[in-house]
């Protein structure tokens, strides 16, 4: 790739055998997308996927629940796959939370798929993980690749309540593990992108086939992957602490006798302000799991003001149990 650099403990040989790869991939990469496989196919990967046949490739599912990809073929004629050896693009929608805890990150799963995708893919292919992901997530899954494919990393920001205006087609942040990373995924998902445009030396009519070629979702290039990875998860922390103000403004009325109906609207005439309404508390499994992706995203610092909405959220619960609210458990992205 072109901006690996010779690292003295990787030895000598294991430096020319990355070039080697990479210039080898370089090669591949060049190559019309044709194929594209969308792995797991649940809330997020099934509109992925309708959108990508609906760009015009051809489009195939994977899923450990073979009833997803049998519905996903009947309903939406997304094709059922088991081997990865003749896919052009593979993009990862698979959940990341613990099986036992909807609440706590967990990427095992992805790790299991890189392996598979490892063994049987071929190179230069790309890989776009879409799922949220810790900070580092990406480029473990370029090792488990063995350095064969493109890496990058395109975070979702779906909303299913409000698909229409908040769908797949919107602005999102893309990241590669390496500047041709970036550059591939640009070409698959916004080959009108204005960074490819003013590096790029092709003729007319190659950049036009790209274009189309291409999803055409604007996308917002980033230097460095783990900026993109932590983008979502901090869109999320940011939208945990709005909901956790919103709660804690609750109880300071509660237990000052202050109408809270009445001066959240009175703060919100204000252009720059924008109370919340606290509802059920943190809704969904999405925001608390990519919270805590955050506050363990450092060794070091902590986020004070995270871990004090964390414990609001759980003062505002406890506060609706005693008054005798009903808590369900609210849906998934519950809150925008």
């Keep these: 790739m072109n901006n690996l650099r010779f690292i003295p403990s990787q030895g000598f040989n294991n430096y020319v055998m990355i070039l080697l790869i990479s210039s080898k991939m370089h090669i591949e990469s060049g190559s ?14 099934i509109p992925v996927a309708k959108y990508v046949k609906d760009s015009g490739f051809e489009t195939f599912g994977y899923d450990i629940n073979t009833l997803k990809m049998e519905e996903a073929e009947k309903n939406y004629g997304i094709k059922r796959i088991e081997q990865f050896d003749d896919i052009d693009v593979f993009i990862l929608c698979v959940s990341t939370h613990d099986p036992n805890d909807e609440y706590t990150p967990f990427v095992d799963g992805l790790f299991s798929l890189a392996q598979k995708i490892s063994r049987e893919a071929k190179n230069g292919s790309l890989v776009s993980i879409e799922s949220t992901i810790p900070k580092g997530t990406s480029k473990k899954i370029f090792e488990l690749l063995n350095h064969r494919l493109h890496v990058a990393h395109a975070p979702h920001r779906w909303y299913a309540l409000e698909e229409d ?6 602005v999102r942040v893309v990241g590669g593990v390496s500047d041709c ?34 999803l055409e979702i604007p996308m917002h290039p980033v230097s460095e992957i783990e900026i993109a990875e932590l983008t ?15 709660e804690d403004l609750y109880l300071y009325c509660q237990a000052n006798n202050v109408n809270f109906g009445e001066l959240r ?8 302000v924008n109370i919340l309404e606290p509802r059920d508390g943190v809704g969904g499994h999405c925001l608390p799991k990519d919270t805590k992706m955050f506050l363990h995203s450092s060794k070091s610092i902590k986020s004070k003001i995270l871990m004090a909405a964390m414990e609001v959220d759980q003062d505002y619960r406890r506060f609706r149990e005693m008054r005798g609210y009903r808590l369900v458990p609210p849906a998934i992205n519950s809150h925008k």
């Design 181 to 214: 990373c970036l550059k591939i995924a640009l070409q698959f998902y916004d080959s009108g992108n204005e960074s490819l445009e003013s590096n790029d030396n092709s003729t007319n009519d190659s950049h036009e086939n790209c274009r189309r070629n291409s």
């Design 32 to 45: 019309q997308i044709r194929k594209v496989l969308v792995i797991g196919l649940g809330q997020l990967g």
């Design 265 to 272: 609207d009175a703060l919100n005439t204000k252009w720059n």
């Design 232 to 246: 979502k998860i901090i869109e999320n922390a940011d939208r945990y602490m709005q909901i956790a103000f919103s």
């Design 165 to 170: 205006e908040h769908g797949v087609n919107q």
